[in-house]
């Protein structure tokens, strides 16, 4: 490696020469920096985790410096809950299901195949953070504007299930017949609400699938 290229690494990396290990010695599965106290191992799953977090990151921002604005500019715009529940929905599926949740797989070998399964869901999610948010300026109402996105934005948030499946049968080379019906089910559902643009319809799905993901999260992740 030329002595040009190693001082453009670690000026870019931000750590003092003597303090970067060469990248010959880093293994296939760690990349390894020398700390005060040793060596630390950066593992597959905290380089998968990182990545995911930063991209859902990004969609979390959206949605709430969005929902701020809303309350902000309240008395200038009538607020539909149809869109308040659809962001509420993002956040709870965001933050429990492809955060938290994620620790499930802790014990993976990861694969490139294995790592696109998990960062394709969460682009996803967080570009349908751009869709459902409430554009104060445009001149159209929230729900009008939820309405127009929401094909875009439900297609979206059916492949998260969707890739879920395809990941557990990838990790575990087993078909979880009630776990994938009820993956299947929710891609339907979710579909279904991209086509049929009906208020008192979509009041309905969201609101069981808001009950049902609040009830799992206090009944599997305690």
């Not at 000026?11 to 020469?17: D, H």
């Not at 985790?49 to 979390?60: K, M």
């Not at 776990?179 to 089910?185: E, K, S, T, Y």
Request: aromatic fraction near 10%; include cysteine.
């Amino acid at each position: 490696m030329s002595s040009r290229l190693w001082e453009v690494q670690q000026a870019a990396l931000g750590f003092p020469y003597s303090k970067l290990l060469p990248i010959e010695i880093c293994t296939e599965r760690t990349l390894l920096l020398e700390s005060p106290s040793g060596v630390d191992e950066l593992t597959q799953f905290e380089f998968v985790q990182v990545t995911i977090a930063i991209i859902l990151g990004l969609g979390l921002t959206d949605i709430l410096r969005n929902l701020g604005e809303q309350f902000r500019n309240r008395s200038e715009i009538e607020v539909s809950w149809l869109q308040v529940g659809a962001s509420c929905m993002l956040l709870l599926v965001i933050l429990i299901y492809n955060l938290w949740g994620f620790w499930g797989a802790l014990e993976v070998n990861w694969t490139l195949q294995l790592f696109m399964l998990q960062v394709s869901p969460a682009i996803a999610l967080a570009l349908s953070a751009q869709l459902i948010k409430v554009d104060i300026s445009s001149g159209k109402t929230p729900e009008a504007q939820y309405f127009n996105n929401c094909t875009a934005t439900f297609t979206l948030w059916a492949t998260a299930p969707l890739f879920s499946m395809f990941f557990s049968l990838a990790t575990t080379g087993n078909v979880n017949i009630a776990a994938d019906a009820a993956r299947i089910g929710v891609a339907i559902l979710l579909v279904s609400l991209g086509l049929i643009k009906n208020r008192i319809y979509h009041t309905v799905v969201l609101s069981v699938l808001l009950l049902s993901a609040t009830s799992v999260v206090f009944f599997e992740f305690q």
